[in-house]
């Protein structure tokens, strides 16, 4: 079982930035894939950015060269650096995590409200 708690998020203005927390239960070692999804009211949950099973990353186009997804080994934790923010990026970010052995399963946070004024 995998735990997750995001944090970070809060109110700011157009062109600011924020930095999201992902706190993970166990060691992200065991986890195959982590990362960051969002979503508005009536809308599918998409893609923020992503570690790959090979340790690389993807982004979403609309958050590229703005966002930055990293993570700290010792502390469990994964992180998403939001710089440039702006209204758009409005939505609840979830944390993600996939997990593939013993069996594969995939878990997610409670989510954190980011919004961006304009």
């Known amino acids: 079982q995998v735990h997750l708690v995001e944090s970070g998020g809060g109110l700011v203005q157009a062109g600011g930035s924020l930095r999201l927390s992902c706190a993970a239960s166990?060691?992200?070692?065991?986890?195959?894939?982590m990362g960051w999804y969002r979503q508005t009211p009536g809308k599918q949950r998409e893609l923020v950015a992503i570690?790959?099973?090979?340790?690389?990353?993807r982004y979403a186009d609309s958050v590229k060269g703005r966002f930055t997804i990293s993570r700290d080994n010792a502390k469990n934790t994964v992180y998403l650096q939001m710089n440039s923010l702006k209204p758009e990026d409005t939505a609840v970010y979830y944390c993600?995590?996939?997990?593939?052995?013993?069996?594969?399963?995939?878990?997610w946070g409670q989510g954190t409200q980011v919004t961006v004024s304009s």
């Open positions: 166990t060691s992200i070692f065991s986890i195959n894939t």
């Open positions: 993600n995590a996939l997990v593939v052995t013993p069996l594969m399963k995939a878990y």
């Open positions: 570690f790959t099973s090979s340790s690389g990353t």
